[in-house]
């Protein structure tokens, strides 16, 4: 069975500094793929992110990176020089076979000015 | 585009009583899913569909029904809401899954209370 662990329940960042949001995960399928996804207090899920598991390259989108280590099992969300706007729930998730995602507990992510 | 559609944002129901979430897309995505969020505990997967006439059980299906009998729609029915299944429901559509990048586009949420 897919899983995904996110151990940090909450974080603080101060602005303008990164900050690394950890995602470990568990699966048999040597196929798949990992999402992060932002869910401000407004509720909304919005995409951010996405590694694939044949990828070579970590993946990068603006401010956001993916710190994928294969053997470790592990897809860290970096976000570098934070804004308060980032102050947010981050979901990692993941997707095998022909099921739809698994999401971990997620962290909540607090910018301070 | 209007993406992915839920109605209602709101409803309040009491023990025993049936509802349907509605849920829409336009993007002719094959697959659609229903999630529920609780606090601490991410999102969890009801129900899933790869296509019209084609629906499976995700975490947690019990005491909820799907069909789909359209490619754009995929209700979600409380057969006999409890208030266990006070929550948030998102839909979500992608146009496959497990293939590649290919994120699913979530609808705004329905926030059920059942009293």
């Known amino acids: 069975a897919q899983k995904i662990t996110q151990t940090q329940p909450g974080m603080f960042v101060q602005e303008k500094e990164a900050v690394t949001l950890d995602c470990t995960y568990d699966t048999s399928d040597p196929s798949y793929g990992l999402f992060w996804y932002k869910q401000p207090s407004s509720g909304e899920m919005i995409f951010l992110i996405y590694?694939?598991?044949?990828?070579?390259q970590n993946a990068t989108e603006g401010r956001y990176s993916l710190n994928f280590q294969k053997a470790r099992k592990s897809a860290n969300l970096v976000i570098s020089a934070s804004q308060l706007g980032d102050s947010a729930m981050y979901f990692c998730?993941?997707?095998?076979?022909?099921?739809?995602?698994?999401f971990g507990k997620g962290t909540r992510l607090s910018v301070i000015a | 585009n209007a993406g992915v559609t839920q109605t209602p944002k709101f409803q309040v129901l009491k023990t025993g009583q049936s509802m349907t979430l509605q849920c829409a897309q336009d993007m002719n995505h094959e697959y659609m899913s229903w999630y529920r969020q609780d606090p601490g505990m991410g999102l969890r997967l009801i129900h899933y569909s790869v296509g019209a006439g084609i629906t499976d059980q995700g975490e947690v299906p019990n005491g909820y029904n799907v069909s789909r009998s359209t490619t754009e729609d995929f209700p979600l029915r409380l057969l006999s809401a409890a208030p266990s299944q006070t929550s948030v429901y998102f839909c979500?559509?992608?146009?496959?899954?497990?293939?590649?990048?290919?994120?699913?586009?979530f609808g705004p949420g329905t926030r059920l209370t059942v009293t």
């Open positions: 590694q694939g598991s044949y990828d070579q």
């Open positions: 998730a993941m997707s095998t076979g022909n099921t739809p995602l698994v």
């Open positions: 979500a559509s992608s146009y496959s899954v497990g293939q590649g990048r290919d994120e699913q586009y």
